[in-house]
Nanobody, 113 residues
Framework: EVQLVESGGGLVQPGGSLRLSCEAS????????MKWVRQAPGKGAEWVST????????TYATSVKGRFTISRDNAKNTLYLRMNNLKPEDTAVYYC??????RGQGTQVTVSS
């Protein structure tokens, strides 16, 4: 059974940092491009970042470039998203997803003073 389990979300003040994790199981994680997407209340899903299977190539949405860093540890079947200088508009449920669209249950990130 394919599973993606996100963790690491929470409440943080503007300017703060969080690191999200996504533990994968049930498929060959090291063979898949992975991505993070987010969904804010009342809005559609927004792509955040993508990393290729080996971790050498990354891309970012303009809204997070320079503040977020995607990475992966294929030995641990885990995907990460380091988020720095968080802004209120980053508030959303964050999901990790495979390149073919399967995603986890999400983790809530709230940026507020």
């Amino acid at each position: 059974e394919v599973q993606l389990v996100e963790s690491g979300g929470g409440l943080v003040q503007p300017g703060g940092s969080l690191r999200l994790s996504c533990e994968a199981s049930g498929f060959r994680f090291s063979g898949y491009t992975m991505k993070w997407v987010r969904q804010a209340p009342g809005k559609g899903a927004e792509w955040v970042s993508t990393i290729n299977s080996g971790g050498e190539r990354t891309t970012y949405a303009t809204s997070v470039k320079g503040r977020f860093t995607i990475s992966r540890d294929n030995a641990k079947n885990t995907l990460y998203l380091r988020m720095n200088n968080l802004k209120p508009e980053d508030t959303a449920v964050y999901y990790c997803a495979t390149s073919d669209g399967f995603r986890g249950q999400g983790t809530q990130v709230t940026v507020s003073s």
